[in-house]
């Protein structure tokens, strides 16, 4: 007879596949258990929001974006240890997210622009320079018509 494994537990996950506020409540966990619970779902929070912010395109002191999106599993665990080491959203933002777009670049590419930036104009991003003959994706590539925040300046 070949052995097997129990089924998997059924559980109830968040729309990206994080723990809940209901299966905390739902769970049979002593008051210590709990609260311990209750921290862990805070730090999910700031490591959810980490990867957000830094997960796909990120920016430098001097307004270059560089895309990331290759990198995801290291994003990740930068997340989870700035999050783990107490790393919280407190001020408000001066940047946001803004589509780019180019035939060099896939669907739904964003940029970091001044958070007053107009929502409403896609950026156009300027196709990549050829290189010895070579246009493959590069892995920093500085897209130059993103304006830089006015705290920058």
Not at 40 to 69: F, K, M, W
Not at 129 to 137: A, H, K, L
Request: glycine fraction near 6%; proline fraction near 12%; include cysteine.
């Amino acid at each position: 007879m070949i052995p097997t494994s129990p089924p998997p537990l059924k559980v109830n996950l968040g729309e990206r596949g994080e723990f809940t506020l209901q299966q905390l409540a739902e769970a049979d966990l002593t008051p210590e258990e709990r609260a311990r619970a209750a921290e862990i779902l805070h730090v999910q929070e700031a490591y959810l929001r980490i990867v957000d912010t830094a997960g796909g395109c990120v920016i430098d002191p001097e307004g270059n974006t560089y895309d990331l999106s290759a990198m995801k599993p290291a994003v990740w665990a930068l997340a989870w240890t700035l999050a783990l080491a107490g790393a919280r959203f407190s001020a408000e933002p001066h940047i946001k997210r803004k589509l780019v777009t180019g035939d060099h670049l896939p669907p739904g590419t964003t940029a970091w622009v001044d958070v007053r930036a107009d929502d409403d104009t896609p950026l156009v991003a300027p196709p990549p320079p050829v290189e010895n003959g070579w246009d493959g994706v590069r892995p920093a590539v500085k897209v130059s018509n993103v304006p830089r925040p006015e705290w920058m300046e």
